[in-house]
């Protein structure tokens, strides 16, 4: 069976990494919901995927640079569909209020460059536990640093790098730095490697899987999971 992940929720069709982008995930009948995380100014973990305000806001300015109390004046539907949604910047906590109420499971990217300072991740991990939910996140980030030092924190939290290029054996990459997923490209991984990973324990999830042919495909090869920005269409041809 193949899982659907929402990527930034459904990010097709609502405004990414908002609420009600979340919320129609789960209405879509989706397994999973992939977001990101970064810090405020003042410490707060939000969930965003750019460094900036600036792409998916009617703000601009770093989020490093600016406190929660303004980023929460933004509409971070502001840019999608002409702006026809209005939705708030989410802080994780917001979101791990409504996620306990669900039955889904939560990928977690950590938005980080840095290989020194893990604020982020000390917080993120805490908030986790604190909700008692170990058991439905998965954390993924491009900086594998990220990864090592939440796995040394919470070993019970699953851990999964991203990657664009090519990997030789990718198992083997994942079972070093005690992974139990790789999160791939979707360009970049065979049927060949989906299987031997798999085969192996490694469970794999490619990202970002929209068109039809590509989804039929991962489905067809029994991917342990998708991330797609339209999970709706996914679930409706897994279906057929």
């Known amino acids: ?18 609420m ?42 770093y989020i490093n640079n600016l406190l929660l109390k303004d980023i929460k004046k933004l509409n971070a539907g502001a840019k999608f569909q002409n702006g026809q949604f209005k939705a708030e910047i989410p802080t994780l906590n917001e979101f791990f209020e409504w996620f306990k109420g669900t039955n889904l499971f939560v990928n977690i990217e950590f938005k980080t460059k840095s290989i020194s300072n893990y604020e982020l991740e000390e917080k993120t991990v805490a908030m986790v536990k604190k909700n008692k ?36 054996m990718p198992w083997i990459y994942a079972q070093s730095i005690r992974a139990k997923g790789i999160h ?25 899987v929209n068109q039809d042919e590509d989804i ?16 709706k269409k996914a679930k409706e041809l897994k279906t057929v």
Do not use: W
């Not at 899982?3 to 990010?11: L, N, T």
């Not at 791939?184 to 970002?208: A, F, M």
């Open 20 to 61: 009600i982008s979340f919320q129609e995930t789960e209405r879509a009948g989706a397994d999973g919901i992939e977001l990101d995380v970064q810090l405020t100014k003042d410490g707060e973990v939000i969930i965003i995927h750019d460094e900036k305000v600036d792409r998916t806001t009617d703000g601009k300015g």
């Open 133 to 168: 939910l170990e058991e439905r996140v998965i954390f993924s980030s491009f900086n594998h640093y990220s990864l090592v030092y939440c796995y040394r924190l919470a070993p019970e939290i699953e851990t999964a790098p991203l990657y664009a290029e090519g990997l030789f």
């Open 184 to 208: 791939p490209n979707y360009r970049v991984i065979p049927d060949e490697l989906i299987t031997l990973s798999q085969n192996h324990g490694i469970k794999v999830r490619p990202y970002t």
């Open 216 to 231: 039929k495909r991962f489905l067809n090869c029994n991917t342990h999971a998708i991330i797609t920005d339209f999970p």
């Open 1 to 18: 069976m193949t899982y659907i992940f929402g990527h930034r929720g459904s990010a097709g069709t609502h405004p990414e990494n908002t």
